[in-house]
């Protein structure tokens, strides 16, 4: 995934401290959640390996790094008994973290982030795993 269609990557605005606080942060609340703590638990098997490359990922997203290597569609497809739900529960928690980290500027570029990603993830997997169905937006406030 390349750089999203938002405001452009700027490594002024956000230091790397900030990024991995907001990944370090976000999957302590992911894990620790009783929806989706569970399937986090079930399909991620080296935490330390997915920290790095979520980094990476928040990284080149934010300050266009470009260290992350990665397709998250297809294996985020691959997960079983996905819901709109738990994408929504996802979003809340992010935001939850960057509300936390004090940054507006993070908070808004990271949130926007965060949206496009949790909507595109959600119609692949909808796409992918239920084609006959009509797909369910995700109700995004």
Partial sequence: MSHLPFSMPDPSLYTEEEVTQLVYKFYGKARKDPGLGPIFEAHVIDWDAH????????????????????????????????????????????????????NPSLQQHANAIASFIATRLWQGYQMSNYPDRAPETLHIT
Avoid: C, Y
Wanted: charged residues 20%; positive net charge; without cysteine.
């Fill in 51 to 102: 920290f790095v490359q979520m980094i990476n990922f928040w990284s080149a997203q934010l300050r266009g790094t470009s260290r992350f290597r990665g397709a998250p569609m297809p294996k985020h497809i691959a997960l079983p008994d996905l819901s709109a739900e738990l994408f929504e529960r996802w979003l809340q928690l992010f935001r939850q973290t960057t509300e936390e980290l004090g």
